[in-house]
């Protein structure tokens, strides 16, 4: 069964779903936008193929999604993480703000540094995963930290 689908052609492979994934399986009015290549490249079971996309060579698409910066910034240290009440970072080059988002994106904490250190008092955070973004006159650097 084939449908038009965003100038896409969604195809439902038995046992397997839509080729357009769950994101976008079955949704002819309503495009999904956080999707960047919403199709199915491969789907294996028990290192055997079931079904390979015929437009790609490979199984896989080379699309960035860490949230790590990728750097040999060895000059940058955040501890303790996971963290319970207190988190410190230090720099050789000045942190001249940090910010603390949410899992959904909202900023929670703020703060102007101009200082080489700072210590981030969080306890009052809930338990769970935060983004840690920090910004220096060179970069912004984005780390995943854990409140426990």
């Keep these: 069964m084939t449908t038009a689908h965003f100038s896409l052609i969604e195809y439902w492979i038995e046992g397997i779903g839509s080729t357009c994934r769950i994101f976008n399986g079955g949704i002819l009015s309503a495009p999904v936008i956080d999707v960047p290549f919403p199709q199915l490249l491969c789907f294996q079971n028990n290192s055997t193929?079931?079904?390979?996309?015929?437009?790609?060579?490979?199984?896989?698409?080379?699309?960035?999604?860490?949230?790590?910066?990728?750097?040999?910034?060895?000059?940058?240290?955040?501890?303790?993480?996971?963290?319970?009440?207190?988190i410190q970072i230090e720099n050789s080059n000045t942190i001249q703000s940090y910010k603390v988002f949410a899992a959904s994106g909202q900023v929670?904490?703020?703060?102007?540094?101009?200082?080489?250190?700072?210590?981030i008092p969080l306890s009052n955070l809930?338990?769970?995963?935060?983004?840690?973004?920090?910004?220096?006159?060179?970069?912004?650097?984005?780390?995943?930290?854990?409140?426990?």
């Design 49 to 86: 193929i079931i079904y390979h996309h015929p437009d790609f060579t490979t199984c896989y698409a080379d699309y960035p999604v860490a949230l790590f910066d990728v750097s040999s910034d060895d000059a940058l240290k955040i501890y303790p993480n996971p963290v319970k009440n207190f």
């Design 108 to 119: 929670i904490l703020m703060a102007n540094v101009n200082s080489n250190s700072v210590n």
């Design 126 to 148: 809930s338990n769970g995963i935060y983004i840690l973004q920090i910004i220096t006159p060179e970069n912004i650097t984005n780390r995943i930290i854990v409140k426990k």
